[in-house]
């Protein structure tokens, strides 16, 4: 099963790739690697998905957040490969940050969202590395970023 069909299957709707907001860009191909800058946690509205695990937030609401970054990790990546998902050879690494209190600790938890969804898309070649970190602060108050190095072909 392709890439897109898998999309399709697990009826999940990619976000528009967003431009950046700052001196960087979201995407940079530097050999046969794709660097995907931070997503930040937006729902199916456009609204930032806001607050602090372990006080507003529950590890659920953390996960469905991190969902919402891979999701934009995937439109990016599709949009960094004209629109050709087939040339994504593998998923290398997540980096995800979690906003969170001092004594919460479910921060794996939390990006395990963005996890399961990367895996869900790109199957085996979606087994990644990962790093879980804690972050007192996030930009715009979002509960959560991830970003991502995939292998093209």
Do not use: W
């Not at 431009?19 to 930032?48: C, R």
């Amino acid at each position: 099963m392709s890439f897109e069909e898998n999309i399709k299957k697990e009826k999940l709707n990619l976000p528009n790739a967003a431009a950046p907001v700052g001196s960087y860009v979201a995407t940079k191909v530097i050999g046969k690697f794709l660097y995907i800058s931070g997503q930040i946690s937006i729902d199916e509205n456009g609204n930032l998905i806001k607050g602090k695990l372990g006080k507003e937030l529950k590890t659920e609401d953390g996960y469905n957040a991190a969902i919402r970054c891979a999701l934009s990790i995937i439109a990016q990546a599709k949009k960094s490969c004209n629109n050709d998902l087939s040339k994504i050879k593998s998923c290398i690494k997540l980096t995800g940050f979690v906003n969170s209190t001092d004594d919460y600790i479910e921060q794996p938890k939390v990006i395990n969202g963005a996890s399961d969804t990367i895996v869900k898309v790109f199957g085996e070649k979606g087994m990644h590395t990962r790093a879980a970190v804690s972050s007192n602060s996030l930009p715009l108050g979002v509960a959560v970023e991830v970003d991502a190095i995939f292998e093209l072909n």
